[in-house]
């Protein structure tokens, strides 16, 4: 209610309609799989970096740049 002071109007919450009015995303298999890829890739090079391995992080993110340069 101070909002609606200073800013000079009323602020409601989403209706319940706006709130469960949501867009399904159909993912197929192969696009998963990149997905996956690129998370083991990410997760791998973190993991290297906390080691200090530096040969095995710079490997990891080429090779996830290669999957996210996928089309």
């Given amino acids: 209610m101070a909002l609606s002071r200073i800013f000079g109007t009323t602020i409601t919450s989403p209706t319940q309609e706006e709130k469960t009015d949501q867009s ?3 993912v197929d298999q192969q696009t998963k799989d ?3 890829q690129a998370q083991d890739l990410y997760d791998e090079a973190i993991r290297s970096q906390k080691e200090g391995d530096w040969a095995s992080y710079g490997e990891a993110l080429k090779r996830l740049g290669e999957i996210l340069r996928r089309k």
Avoid: H, N, P, Q
């Fill in 34 to 36: 990149l997905f996956k």
């Fill in 24 to 26: 399904t995303i159909v």
